[in-house]
């Protein structure tokens, strides 16, 4: 297996892996990719920029069978070593322990930048819908 940022050849994969494990509605016109491979792709996250040295964690997904065996975290810190700044993300209470361990503790949104929360009302994370939790955290 082989963790790579993901080209512009890699952009049909990315988009059949994710509508693949249900997520159909993945914007990849914005951000940077990063891929796990063992063939085909097996993991993958994506960071977006939404301010200078603020960047979102979004689409963090690793393909079912291939879960609990370090993929996610090796896929994570290639991406985390290679962007600089401050790094914000939603998550569901299962992920949450598996971002503590890559350093993220929970933010308050009134200490969130505002154009991450505008991401995340953009990508319908906030409001949160009812009946439903989410994360709120920070690295760096």
């Not at 890699?10 to 994710?18: N, P, R, T, W, Y």
């Not at 603020?54 to 975290?73: A, C, L, Q, S």
């Amino acid at each position: 297996m082989f963790i790579t940022r993901a080209s512009r050849h890699d952009k049909a994969d990315l988009q059949e892996f994710f509508e693949n494990h249900g997520w159909d509605e993945v914007d990849l016109s914005t951000g940077v990719a990063f891929v796990a491979r063992d063939g085909p792709i097996v993991g993958a996250v994506r960071f977006v920029e939404v301010a200078p040295q603020t960047v979102v964690v979004d689409n963090v997904m690793v393909g079912e069978g291939r879960r609990r065996k370090g993929i996610g975290t090796r896929v994570m810190q290639a991406a985390m070593n290679s962007r600089g700044g401050t790094l914000y993300l939603c998550c569901h209470v299962e992920a949450r322990e598996f971002y503590r361990r890559l350093g993220f503790d929970d933010v308050d949104l009134a200490d969130a930048p505002a154009e991450v929360v505008d991401y995340w009302r953009k990508v319908e994370d906030y409001p949160t819908p009812e009946g439903h939790v989410h994360y709120f955290m920070r690295a760096r």
